[in-house]
């Protein structure tokens, strides 16, 4: 054991100095392994920023939330036969309201996209929400500041917004938003409430934090025709495992409130997050399968110079072999100082590579939520490390099993 | 007492088709605290037998012992713990780590040895001292002559306390002064009790032996005591 030891300490040290002896040939070699830890670091710290923010996302939708619209958000059908639906209009959610039993709330949503302002600041193509004061009992929101509106400025159209964080932040940057009078496409609202910051939202321009709503009445009256624009029912189950009951019940009492027969199709869709999420994933899965093949592609481009240079290296050094063989270095001695040599210009390359990793990620930072995690740099170092064995075993296994005799007598 | 015993040994390349007697048949001794010399033209089998001696290579056929140890069959592991602890190299074109300053050359054989690293490093200082190199220690092969060369080499063969000192036309690289005191060194080391192979094709260099081996074709052609031994005044090599 104490021998082992002493071998494998005196193999690495034996090691480092031929490193260090061929800096530009080591350093050359380790370019390689560089660019591919860095790539596959970088590569699965993207994906999991894509992932985090698809699931912040995701949450956001909630998961006990049913979406009644005209349109459907994944569908075989035509989209002429879509589009020739019926609106549903704030008469079919009254009367939906009136008659389901199992949401714990409903809301009506119409959607816009307007320019708010504040003074000389703007912020342009704000995604608008009209609804009642029961929408926010189908989203999780959590306030900065203020409140949602109240049922009674719903109902009675008040001028009353409640807006993002990041218009807040945009708009008031002293964070002084509350009972200020904004400019919703030229409109005076008061703002009554500030969200607080949900996370961005990866896919599409929909950023959850740059929203702003305000109640139902108030966008009819001024940005949209109620009678050519369909609205969505936001329904929220009681409890995620009621979504299924509560569907059903729901298809039931819109086939009746749309008048249907029993031969007609549906001319609504429940539309819920589960289909967005198992569609979405399968992209996000295809987009990760690929992003590391790609990487890994090339580490393993990398190893493979690894190894090639390492031969040149065992061929270039057979009269060095032949010494070392000459004046008692084992088999084993020989395998073990190409391996450690290899692997070690892997480890190294790998630390550089972690560290350009952490550096791009800085900047991919600026755009996706990334970190380098503790496990991306414990895979980093492990995979460099495998690498640099795999890719100098057989230039070691090369080495080692040299005759001396020929070896001392290469040129 | 014998540290060689060779008996019978032969040792056959194959090139291609045809096989290529090196070595036919050749029986010596060697005992300890001789100085002998191996002689012969070029093809006569002298390379194959130093290789033999040096445990390097194994023969085709015959008997080899080494201190009583046969070592006709050994493992290559075994070779190399051989040539580790018993015999010390000395070559023609001397066979140094080129990025590796003298005292790291010297050295290594210790590292192999297994031996901790401050007894390693007064072993290899005091050999180097010896060959009176004491203030080159630290000189990269380039950055010495090449009789300099020689001397560490001579070191590195000598730092582990070898059976046999093994050289190969150790003087062939260097101008004939410088080859002298060479040979003067090897007298030295022989008159410490060391014993000492050299394999030449010089006669002069191999006038400093005192016995002469001489091969022809793969075999013994002669084996004779010096008479005439060229013994140089000890002292003047370092």
């Known amino acids: ?411 | 007492m014998n540290i060689i015993n060779i008996e019978h040994i032969a040792r056959v390349y194959q090139v291609g088709s045809e096989e290529v007697f090196a070595l036919r048949d050749v029986t010596l001794r060697i005992d300890k605290n001789e100085y002998v010399a191996i002689m012969g033209p070029s093809g006569s089998g002298k390379s194959t037998l130093m290789n033999l001696l040096g445990c390097l290579d194994t023969p085709t056929s015959g008997k080899y012992e080494f201190n009583s140890v046969s070592v006709s069959d050994m493992s290559d592991n075994q070779l190399a713990a051989i040539r580790n602890k018993e015999i010390g190299f000395v070559f023609q074109t001397f066979n140094l780590l080129p990025r590796s300053d003298a005292l790291h050359n010297v050295e290594l054989p210790l590292i192999y040895a297994g031996i901790s690293y401050h007894e390693r490093r007064e072993r290899a200082e005091h050999a180097l001292t010896d060959v009176g190199l004491k203030d080159r220690m630290h000189h990269k092969p380039n950055e010495l002559s090449g009789g300099q060369r020689q001397r560490v080499a001579i070191a590195r063969a000598l730092v582990t306390k070898p059976s046999i000192i093994l050289a190969d036309e150790p003087t062939g690289n260097l101008d004939s002064k410088t080859g002298e005191e060479i040979m003067v060194l090897f007298t030295e080391i022989h008159e410490k009790g060391n014993t000492i192979i050299l394999v030449t094709h010089e006669e002069y260099i191999a006038e400093h032996a005192a016995r002469i081996i001489r091969l022809r074709d793969g075999l013994v052609e002669k084996d004779e005591m010096v008479s005439n031994r060229k013994v140089p005044k000890v002292g003047m090599s370092v």
């Open chain 1, 1 to 411: 054991m104490r021998t082992l030891l002493f071998e494998i300490k005196e193999s690495m040290l034996i090691a480092l100095r031929a490193i260090r002896a061929n800096k530009v040939r080591s350093s050359l070699t380790m370019l390689g392994i560089i660019i591919g830890i860095t790539a596959v670091v970088v590569m699965s710290t993207a994906i999991k920023g894509i992932d985090n923010s698809f699931q912040t996302g995701m949450s956001a939708l909630g998961s006990d939330v049913l979406y009644i619209d005209k349109w459907a958000w994944f569908t075989n059908e035509d989209w002429w036969k879509i589009r020739a639906r019926r609106n549903i209009n704030m008469e079919d959610y009254e009367r939906f309201e009136e008659l389901a039993t199992l949401p714990s709330a409903v809301a009506p949503v119409i959607n816009s996209r307007q320019t708010i302002k504040y003074g000389d600041r703007r912020v342009e193509s704000v995604f608008l929400n009209g609804s009642t004061a029961d929408y926010v009992k189908t989203t999780n929101f959590t306030f900065d500041m203020g409140r949602f509106y109240s049922e009674i400025e719903s109902k009675s159209s008040r001028h009353v917004a409640v807006i993002g964080s990041e218009i807040a932040k945009n708009l008031f940057p002293r964070g002084d938003a509350l009972d200020k009078t904004i400019k919703i496409g030229g409109v005076s609202f008061q703002v009554v409430g500030v969200l607080s910051e949900q996370g961005s939202w990866l896919l599409g321009s929909f950023n959850p934090d740059n929203q702003v709503f305000i109640p139902i009445g108030t966008v009819f009256k001024n940005f949209l025709g109620q009678a050519w624009n369909s609205i969505t029912i936001n329904v929220r189950a009681k409890s995620p495992t009621l979504l299924e009951e509560t569907k059903i019940e729901a298809e039931g009492i819109m086939r009746k409130v749309r008048g249907l027969t029993i031969n007609d199709e549906n001319d609504f869709s429940i539309n819920q997050q589960e289909g967005l999420m198992t569609t979405l994933y399968d992209v996000v899965g295809v987009i990760q399968i690929a992003g590391l093949f790609i990487t890994g592609l090339s580490l393993f481009v990398g190893a493979i110079g690894i190894m090639n240079i390492m031969f040149v290296s065992v061929k270039e050094r057979t009269r060095e072999i032949g010494i070392r063989k000459a004046i008692g270095a084992k088999r084993r001695t020989i395998l073990g100082q190409f391996l450690l040599e290899s692997s070690a210009i892997c480890l190294m390359g790998g630390m550089v590579g972690l560290l350009l990793a952490v550096l791009v990620s800085m900047m991919i930072n600026q755009f996706i939520p990334t970190s380098v995690q503790y496990d991306a740099v414990i895979i980093a170092i492990l995979v460099s490390l495998i690498t640099g064995i795999i890719a100098g075993l057989a230039p070691a296994y090369t080495a080692a099993k040299m005759d001396p005799v020929e070896a001392l007598r290469y040129e």
